[in-house]
């Protein structure tokens, strides 16, 4: 009956997550990690860079917003609904920042760099399998973040005018990973494996040219890749409490990030 109930939440979460596209968090092994009816506390930070695909707008193509920058933090609390199914829920800041110099023949050079901005997540990690020092199992969560209040670039120009950008940027993140996790010894793991690697987002685009007056846009956004790997390691430095703490890397074709993760339980 609980192998049942696993089966089902890993479809519904595939299925909910299917028409979304790309975004970093971090991950985590990919199992459960609690135990039935307890809790847990602590912090996650991750730094990304990766690029995206705009929506063409005001007669330019669709275009590739390079070296793309995010910076989160997030306070995580989790909850072991069974010996085999963990939930969590995140709740963080993050900031965006758009490169210029990488992006300086289209208009999302104008955008820059955000004020810190709300970021909110869930998700939830079950176990498959076990055999020995392995175990099998998969990882699902979803954030969204309003990115807002941009420090557009400055001398801007559009259709040969000065112009200035006021933005925001909506970004609804979410990532599915699976993969096997080895218990090396009682104070390491390793972990790690395929994932896919999501983004459905808008850009709020208010631009104002000397020539042409002002006018609002709303592209969208969506992913340059969706497959990507990851790998990282667990430090246990005691056991009561248990005070465990994750390093990981994460790659795709088109961005790479870098995640600590520090979590305490009874």
């Not at 997030?74 to 085999?84: K, Q, S």
Request: proline share 6%; hydrophobic share 40%; with cysteine.
């Amino acid at each position: 009956m609980q192998r049942s109930k696993l089966t089902i939440v890993a479809a519904a979460v595939i299925f909910i997550c299917s028409n979304v596209v790309l975004g970093f968090d971090p991950l985590g092994p990919p199992r459960a990690l609690l135990g039935q009816g307890k809790p847990s506390v602590g912090i996650d930070y991750m730094y990304s860079k990766m690029e995206i695909k705009m929506e063409g707008f005001l007669g330019f193509p669709d275009m590739d917003v390079s070296d793309l920058e995010i910076n989160k933090l997030y306070t995580n609390v989790g909850y072991g609904l069974t010996d085999r199914w963990d939930i969590f829920a995140r709740l963080g800041g993050a900031v965006i920042d758009i490169d210029r110099g990488e992006n300086i023949t289209n208009p999302s050079s104008m955008i820059g760099t955000s004020d810190p901005s709300l970021a909110i997540g869930a998700g939830t990690r079950v176990t498959f399998f076990e055999w020995e020092q392995v175990c099998l199992g998969m990882l699902a969560q979803v954030s969204f973040t309003p990115y807002e209040n941009f420090k557009g670039n400055p001398s801007s120009t559009l259709f040969a005018s000065p112009a200035t950008m006021q933005s925001e940027i909506h970004l609804t993140e979410v990532q599915i990973a699976f993969g096997p996790t080895w218990n090396c010894t009682e104070y390491l793991s390793v972990y790690g494996g395929p994932f896919l690697h999501l983004i459905d987002g808008n850009a709020d685009l208010f631009i104002t040219t000397t020539s042409t007056g002002s006018a609002l846009v709303r592209p969208s956004i969506e992913q340059s890749t969706i497959l990507g790997g990851y790998v990282g390691a667990t430090l246990r430095f005691s056991e009561h409490p248990n005070i465990s703490c994750n390093f990981e890397f994460q790659v795709t074709e088109s961005g790479h990030a870098l995640a600590i993760q520090i979590a305490i339980s009874p």
